[in-house]
């Protein structure tokens, strides 16, 4: 077998509490898994993403549900392809997600208050730290990585605009006064 070496995790979590389901499925959100079937979830293969599972499988016993992790190469069903194309479409999903706020964003500057921007900067900070944990998970370089990207920049060269002609506007002012 030459395919791709993946890993899944196959879970059956108690229907109660309610909380628990969330917080497992956050958690496999957070690792970049991706839901194959029902409760099968795959990442690829490797040591990272084996102990990322590894811990999964114990919180998910501890809360009273049983799990596994199996190594495999798909055989039948879904190519290894079509599974990247899982991952792809999940993170497209993910960027299309920032690249929203990072748009409504842009629209807020065009009168914002140097006190609006500055809460925009803050903004951004946080929508950077968020991509950056998406590209983490990125593994097989979606699409929607570049055009967020783009407008990111976009909006921090917005942001050094407003920035700038705040300046000018304080030298004018100091300017006037002396």
């Given at each position: 077998?030459?395919?791709?070496?993946?890993?899944?995790?196959?879970?059956?979590?108690?229907?109660?509490?309610?909380?628990?389901?969330?917080?497992?499925?956050?958690?496999?959100?957070?690792?970049?898994?991706?839901?194959?079937?029902?409760?099968?979830?795959?990442?690829?293969?490797?040591?990272?993403?084996?102990?990322?599972?590894?811990?999964?499988?114990?919180?998910?016993?501890?809360?009273?549900?049983?799990?596994?992790?199996?190594?495999?190469?798909?055989?039948?069903?879904?190519?290894?392809?079509?599974?990247?194309?899982?991952?792809?479409?999940?993170?497209?999903?993910?960027?299309?997600?920032?690249?929203?706020?990072?748009?409504?964003l842009m629209n807020g500057l065009s009168d914002a208050?140097?006190?609006?921007?500055?809460?925009?900067?803050?903004?951004?900070?946080?929508?950077?730290?968020?991509?950056?944990?998406?590209?983490?998970?990125?593994?097989?370089?979606?699409?929607?990585?570049?055009?967020?990207?783009?407008?990111?920049?976009?909006?921090?060269?917005?942001?050094?605009?407003?920035?700038?002609?705040?300046?000018?506007?304080?030298d004018r002012i100091i300017g006037e006064r002396n």
């Amino acid at each position: 077998m030459t395919g791709q070496r993946w890993l899944l995790l196959l879970h059956q979590i108690p229907t109660k509490p309610a909380y628990f389901r969330v917080k497992i499925w956050r958690r496999l959100s957070s690792v970049g898994a991706v839901a194959v079937k029902g409760a099968v979830y795959a990442l690829p293969g490797g040591e990272q993403y084996r102990e990322d599972f590894e811990w999964l499988l114990k919180e998910i016993v501890e809360g009273g549900g049983e799990a596994m992790i199996w190594e495999a190469n798909l055989v039948g069903g879904i190519s290894d392809n079509e599974l990247r194309d899982l991952f792809n479409a999940a993170r497209d999903d993910d960027y299309a997600e920032i690249g929203k706020i990072v748009r409504s964003l842009m629209n807020g500057l065009s009168d914002a208050s140097p006190a609006q921007a500055s809460e925009t900067t803050a903004q951004l900070k946080r929508l950077k730290t968020r991509r950056d944990a998406l590209v983490a998970i990125d593994f097989f370089g979606a699409n929607g990585r570049e055009a967020v990207d783009g407008m990111v920049g976009a909006l921090e060269e917005q942001l050094s605009a407003c920035a700038r002609s705040t300046d000018q506007m304080d030298d004018r002012i100091i300017g006037e006064r002396n």
